[in-house]
């Protein structure tokens, strides 16, 4: 396992720690680079439209399409440490 994979396996951990949940954004935006880093680029179609929450984590996962899964490792980990202050 590099380094990089064992920093954002220990991020994963590190959120569990948090005092208090973060705002629906920031947990839009931890979940989609979590996805990128972990999956990559998001498939398939979008979900239907009285499917608010699918639609939505689609749409930020589609935002991030191309970005590398090591840049998405980075930047869930920088938002994890910066969450943690």
């Known amino acids: 396992m590099s380094d990089l994979s064992e920093l954002f396996a220990q991020a994963q951990e590190n959120i569990k720690t948090l005092s208090k949940k973060p705002d629906d954004d ?3 935006e931890l979940y989609s680079l ?4 972990s999956q990559g680029d998001v498939t398939g179609e979008r979900p239907g439209f009285f499917d608010f ?3 939505a984590k689609f749409d930020a996962r589609e935002k991030l399409k191309g970005m590398s899964q090591d840049d998405a490792m ?7 440490n910066d969450l943690l202050g």
């Open 26 to 28: 920031t947990m839009l």
């Open 74 to 80: 980075q930047k869930y980990i920088d938002k994890v």
């Open 34 to 37: 979590y996805k990128q880093g």
């Open 53 to 55: 929450v699918g639609g």
